[in-house]
């Protein structure tokens, strides 16, 4: 079993940045594929992007690239999403997600644990 928990959500104007982080708790994490996605109101959950469980492969959403980075500290069990230039479009819950198999996942039923998310709000 593996908790996941987010943190670094917050309020910024649009071309600030954030750096989420999601702590994951129970055994075996560093073997495990890690992703962010993100539901903004009224709309389903997306991905975001995917850090495979040896952090050599990432994958990440069109509407993000070039702005996010995903990375992991397999140490510290702990992945981040660091975040820059962000719009209004990136406002949303973001959400970390763990799979058994450790590569690169886009899918939401690809993914065996969930975190309980972080509000990122980006004012125009």
């Known amino acids: 079993q593996v908790q996941l928990v987010e943190s670094g959500g917050g309020l910024v104007q649009a071309g600030g940045s954030l750096n989420l982080s999601c702590v994951a708790t129970?055994?075996?994490?560093?073997?495990?594929?890690m992703a962010w996605f993100r539901q903004a109101p009224g709309k389903e959950r997306e991905f975001v992007a995917v850090i495979s469980w040896r952090g050599t492969g990432t994958y990440y959403a069109d509407s993000v690239k070039g702005r996010f980075t995903i990375s992991r500290d397999n140490a510290k069990n702990t992945v981040y999403l660091q975040m820059n230039s962000l719009k209004p479009e990136d406002t949303a819950v973001y959400y970390c997600?763990?799979?058994?198999?450790?590569?690169?996942?886009?899918?939401?039923?690809?993914?065996?644990?969930w975190g309980q998310g972080t509000q990122v709000t980006v004012s125009s």
């Open positions: 997600a763990a799979a058994v198999s450790g590569g690169i996942r886009v899918r939401e039923y690809q993914y065996d644990y």
């Open positions: 129970g055994r075996t994490y560093s073997s495990y594929g």
